[in-house]
């Protein structure tokens, strides 16, 4: 499976990471590689097969309905520099 | 007899005794640490004022006559699991700075069980990686010979054991990062069973793949560890709740009968041979001990690393995505957000963005069903080969890792040649088993050999109990390194 450049700038952009054309490039080669050994898997007959999406299955785990305590906003903001009126302040994503 | 050459137990029972003080054994355990960590680099971050405070706490306790499970007893955590106000980084620079504001349900339970928390230990960025080679911050060295490589992620915990600078470690194992670097340190490495214990605080690598395990010196020393951290935690939904078992009581050392499968598809090509003799003389030794010995086969064992190598990075492309520099981490800003996030996201290793960029293109439209939804199912095949062996057997005996501890920078460019490093490990995390790795002998360079022993669902006592009678038959667990001194300007 050979990825194209433009493939991998996609990949990127979705992921919304940032690459350098050598990191392109590098990550061109490196993902066809592991792609190349995950076709491995089309030798297996996987008809009928259920999917498995943990190792112990459970269901519904469910919890009372009940308002507990938050953690104090202080500690919450406490990681960022960029905050006001107890709210994390972002560029704005729409237009006025 | 010098201190911190205690075990966990023996240190524990002193306490109780009151032959020493939790001050001592951490004050020297600090020294060492300072003495000789420049060098080995098996801590991130040293909280030693904490960790001395924490102890003085114990001994008021102690001489108050409380009996807790580890009384000031100094153990090391991995910086991948937060800890209230102290610096939790998951060795990545997108979290330099993050001060948690809460402790990790196993860290609420070491200092539960009164336990002093000597620092935090290295990772690779994120727990992806063999080698710790992928932390952002520094390389932990192996302190058999510091040329070499300590395995990863959790190689700063498996290092620090390894080198007495500290009791007991805890780790995270998501294809084999608590058994592998026990393995290359020669220590005890436990992976629970996959709901045994909380993940709650632990930050997520694989959320279907990741648990937290624990380093001890011996088979008793991981287990005192494991048994404090194990309990039903309803803030992870998929904690188990099943009955309190007593995990020391178990461990009798009687394996007469006991059914211990060899899978022939893990003595394969590529395994050095030394690494093979040592674990068949292990398994002789056991037959010799009375377990009875069964060959096995548990046939798509060759597709576990495909598998995993789409599950594990589709998981983490989902659980990174997380990291934007909005609430925590720096934020490096651009011309709009959307511009702002990506550059932020450049403080990514390549590691970690080779992951997020391999996992968005297994779960991106059009490709989902060819790999991730594969992967789903070929995990299904893999499960249920463990699931018909564990008709046949109690434990199934295997090489930790086809080799011993490599060189630093000998596997760094090429990151198949790396992940091939767990191979032997990485089937148990996609399906329902547990397991461990002990020493069971060592190379021609003087490099620890690991054997691993994995059980059935919820089966620890199990392997706990058979390593625990490979150990009391062999002295491999006395050996320790011989450590090279370092300046102790820190």
């Known amino acids: ?96 | 007899m010098d201190i911190t050459d205690l075990t966990l137990i023996e240190l524990r029972d002193a306490l109780r005794a009151g032959a020493t003080s939790s001050f001592v054994a951490t004050q020297a355990m600090i020294d060492r640490i300072v003495t000789y960590d420049n060098a080995l680099c098996s801590y991130l971050n040293l909280t030693d004022q904490d960790a001395l405070q924490q102890a003085s706490d114990a001994d008021s306790r102690l001489a108050d006559g409380e009996e807790l499970p580890l009384l000031g007893v100094p153990i090391a955590v991995k910086d991948i699991i937060c800890t209230s106000g102290v610096e939790t980084t998951a060795g990545s620079k997108i979290l330099e700075g993050f001060i948690p504001p809460y402790d990790a349900f196993v860290v609420e339970k070491l200092k539960e069980a009164g336990a002093v928390i000597l620092g935090k230990t290295n990772t690779d960025e994120f727990a992806m990686g063999s080698s710790t080679e992928n932390s952002a911050y520094v390389t932990t060295h192996n302190p058999w010979d510091v040329s070499r490589v300590p395995g990863g992620s959790s190689g700063g915990s498996a290092a620090a054991v390894a080198a007495r600078l500290a009791y007991g470690a805890l780790g995270t194992d998501t294809g084999g990062s608590v058994r592998q670097p026990a393995s290359f340190c020669g220590v005890v490495g436990l992976r629970p069973t996959y709901g045994r214990v909380s993940r709650w605080g632990v930050i997520a690598f694989a959320s279907s793949l990741d648990q937290v395990g624990t380093f001890g010196r011996n088979v008793a020393d991981c287990t005192a560890l494991f048994q404090v951290i194990t309990g039903h935690d309803r803030r992870d939904s998929t904690s188990l709740d099943v009955p309190y078992e007593n995990f020391e009581a178990v461990l009798t050392g009687d394996v007469a009968g006991l059914r211990v499968g060899i899978p022939q598809e893990y003595f394969i090509a590529g395994i050095e041979p030394e690494v093979e003799a040592a674990v068949r003389t292990a398994i002789d030794k056991l037959a010799e001990l009375g377990a009875e010995i069964v060959e096995i086969s548990l046939p798509h064992t060759e597709y576990a690393l495909p598998v995993y190598y789409l599950i594990a990075p589709a998981e983490a492309s989902a659980n990174l995505a997380r990291y934007d520099g909005v609430r925590y981490g720096p934020r490096l800003k651009a011309d709009d957000m959307i511009a702002t996030v990506k550059k932020t996201r450049s403080l990514f290793g390549a590691e970690p963005k080779r992951r997020i960029m391999l996992g968005t293109y297994a779960l991106s439209a059009g490709y989902y069903d060819a790999y991730y939804g594969r992967a789903l199912k070929a995990r299904t095949l893999i499960k249920n080969d463990f699931k018909r062996a564990f008709e046949q057997v109690d434990v199934i005996a295997t090489p930790t890792s086809p080799t011993t501890a490599f060189k630093i920078g000998a596997k760094v460019d090429d990151p198949l040649s790396m992940y091939l490093s767990d191979i032997f490990t990485l089937s148990l995390n996609l399906s329902a088993s547990c397991g461990l790795s002990l020493p069971c002998g060592f190379d021609s360079n003087g490099l620890p050999i690991g054997l691993q022993l994995i059980g059935d669902t919820l089966q620890e006592a199990t392997i706990l109990n058979a390593a625990y009678a490979y150990e009391q038959a062999t002295d491999w667990h006395e050996r320790a390194p011989v450590l090279p001194e370092s300046s102790s300007e820190q």
């Not at chain 1, 992921?15 to 050994?37: C, F, G, K, P």
């Open chain 1, 1 to 96: 499976m050979e990825l194209t450049r433009q493939q991998v700038e996609q990949i990127a952009h979705l992921a919304r990471l940032d690459l350098s054309a050598e990191e392109i490039t590098l990550y061109q080669n490196q993902l066809s590689a592991i792609l190349d050994a995950a076709d491995r898997l089309t030798e297996l007959d996987l008809d009928g097969v259920l999917p498995t999406a943990r190792a112990v299955p459970m269901q519904n785990v469910m919890r009372p309905d009940r308002v507990e305590p938050s953690l104090p906003l202080e500690d919450v903001l406490y990681n960022t520099d960029h905050q006001a009126s107890d709210q994390f302040v972002i560029q704005a994503i729409l237009d006025d």
